[in-house]
């Protein structure tokens, strides 16, 4: 079994999302048969994806259209329809998340690979995970404004994988706020996810 670790904490180590993300698969292999899942992890920050252009999604269009499926084009749209479970790692930025996964998620989602259109013209979903978890990390209070998460429920629904999970630790930037707590807080949420997996 496969558990895709989508890392767009771009602050490596350093980062309180990256924290959150390693206590998470803590957790997980804790509670899962741990022999049985193996975790692949992509380090977004390090990576070299590039956002869709005219150009390279015409040659995208013309792979897609001879069933090239198996090109180096479509790597991460193929490794994101074969994970069982996936993790999804990044912090709050400009009311969603860095760019970087914007742009990874682009090239995960392909017609006739993530999901292909019924003759009715609804989309199904192709990947094989049952559910994902998305873990964020704010300055100040997300509230109404979880763009994030929103989007990549949205995604969910497009991509076939019924269930999404939650957690943050908030107002991690406001002067005087405990942070320990905030975390800890958050991390206990973290083990409700997975006792709910
Ligand atoms: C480029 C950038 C944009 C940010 N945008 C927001 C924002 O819109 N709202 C907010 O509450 N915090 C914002 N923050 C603060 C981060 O969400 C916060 O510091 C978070 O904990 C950083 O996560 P990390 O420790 O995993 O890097 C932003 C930080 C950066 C660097």
Known sequence: ?????????????????HQLCMDYLEKFLRAKKEEDWQIE??????????????????????????KKFDDDEFALANQMIEADH?????????LSFPAKLK???????????TFIYS?????????????????????SAIADFNFGYEYIKGLC?????????????EELDIIGNDIHKIMTSTKDKITDIIDEL
């Not at 904490?9 to 999302?17: D, I």
């Not at 996936?86 to 400009?94: E, H, K, Q, S, T």
């Open 103 to 113: 742009t990874y998620l682009e090239r995960c989602s392909v017609t006739g690979l």
């Open 119 to 139: 003759p009715q013209g609804v989309p199904e979903g192709q990947c094989r995970a049952s559910s994902l978890t998305y873990i964020t990390t704010s300055g």
């Open 41 to 66: 992890e992509l380090d977004l920050n390090s990576m070299d994806i590039q956002p869709l252009t005219g150009e390279s999604l015409a040659r995208r269009d013309f792979l897609s259209r001879d």
């Open 157 to 169: 629904c497009l991509f076939g994988i019924p269930r999404t999970h939650f957690a943050s630790a």
């Open 86 to 94: 996936v993790l999804i790692g990044a912090p709050y930025w400009d």
């Open 1 to 17: 079994m496969k558990l895709l670790f989508v890392n767009a904490c771009m602050r490596g180590k350093e980062s309180r999302t």
